[in-house]
DNA sequence: TTTGTATTCCATAATTCCTTGGAATACTGT
DNA sequence: ACAGTATTCCAAGGAATTATGGAATACAAA
């Protein structure tokens, strides 16, 4: 019995669990694998219920309700246009927070880099960001944005060309020739440039991944590119 | 139907889903008020699971089973010393975790301010870091630790004084006369200093608290006095 | 106003989480 | 070895979360 009851005057136990019970509920918003996977996606563009529908796997009321509760936590907005919500992260404080969970789950849960390797298969060469704004100024790389155009329209690397991994086979004659090639996506856990890479070097090309994505760049405060709407 | 459905090799979406759901788990361990609590206690000194439970009115097996939790993610590590276990943050970046969840709740989700308003009461005189700082270097303030004293053995502000909130009114005479007292406890969410303050204020003393706690102190990267143990 | 579309609300079943006593374990100290 | 203590494991009931169709809502477009 180290500690003494504290009973001067007792603060009400029941009003603090109160009040850490609503600090949980960005915890709670964080603590399923479905709304990491909407948060990610948000963290590349803004995007309607549909299109996270179509993104996720799930059913179209499952992803309303996990809209519902992230919104509930704060953690995103929505903004109408025409008939359809756009939801969106609700700022970068809730991008860091994103990024900072989901890399102390990466540092600290032995399981996470087996779960990952099984799901990104071999690890490509990488370079990292520092190291791609060295050759960026030497003009040796081009830089290769692989994810959907949408994403891209909304922000992207300066100077990066634009073929969603999806397009990428059928448009290799797009890529300069004699240039090593840089391919990044939405981020550390993402594919799209896990299988650019491989099917870059499959052709042939020199090819090396970013080794973070598009939300990583610009939370490095590094600058981007965004078309910016009408 | 804005996305194309992604289907050139097509990654395995259940791959994707068991990475994402490891990711979750840090998330999980946050997600649950009591485990906040818990969080809270250890980010003041390490603590063994009996003092843990003392602390918090839960029963032994549930702290016991919390703290597992907290574990399996990673958050916080054990220490065996004689017959007892102590249990500690993992590390700063936990702190940190830890922090920028608190403090996301507190900017976003409204209700928090009335809840905290409720469980602390009113608002004492506060000042920040930086004031204290310049303070401390013209000698006008007695800084006042009113932690138990076994956190403030672990890790407390340079010069300042011990003298737990429970003990706080038979030890009045023990602070110097003629100083400005700044009173700091476990962080934004604690009750001590307020206490403390409301109590130094109703015996004619100047006093205020300082905003925020030690942890925040030390994540700021300002120096802290720790007693080491043996 | 009417029609159509995107999204949310509601009810429900399956699953997971929380809390708790009692039993089992892993030590320490003698 | 033995007794004692701190902690974890186990089983179980109750509560909360998740996923899902169908109904209701809130708009926009005509």
């Known amino acids: 019995m180290e500690y003494k009851s504290e009973g001067y005057t007792m603060a009400d136990p029941e009003k603090k669990a109160a009040l850490f019970d609503q600090l949980a509920r960005v915890g709670k918003a964080l603590g399923n694998g479905k709304r990491l996977e909407l948060l990610d996606l948000l963290a590349q563009s803004e995007r309607s219920v549909e299109s996270l529908t179509a993104a996720c796997g799930l059913g179209l009321t499952t992803v309303s309700a996990h809209l519902q509760t992230l919104k509930a936590a704060g953690l995103v907005t929505t903004r109408r246009e025409g008939q359809k919500i ?18 102390t789950a990466a540092a600290r849960i032995a399981d996470v880099e087996r779960v990952a390797a099984d799901y990104l298969g071999d690890t490509p060469g990488q370079i990292s960001r520092d190291e791609l704004l060295a050759g960026i100024g030497a003009g040796r790389y081009t830089v290769l944005d692989v994810r959907p155009v949408e994403e891209y329209d909304a922000a992207h690397l ?4 634009s073929i969603p991994i999806d397009e990428l086979s059928a448009r290799l004659d797009e890529i300069p020739a004699d240039t090593q090639i840089v391919a990044y996506c939405r981020g550390p856990y993402c594919v799209f440039a896990h299988d650019a890479v491989e099917l870059l070097t499959r052709s042939g090309r020199s090819a090396f ?22």
């Open 86 to 103: 756009h939801y969106s992260l609700a700022g970068d404080d809730v991008l860091a927070l994103y990024r900072l969970a989901r890399d």
């Open 158 to 161: 300066p100077g990066a060309l």
């Open 209 to 230: 991944r970013l080794e973070d994505g598009l939300p990583e760049w610009h939370a490095a405060g590094l600058p981007i590119t965004s078309a910016g709407r009408a």
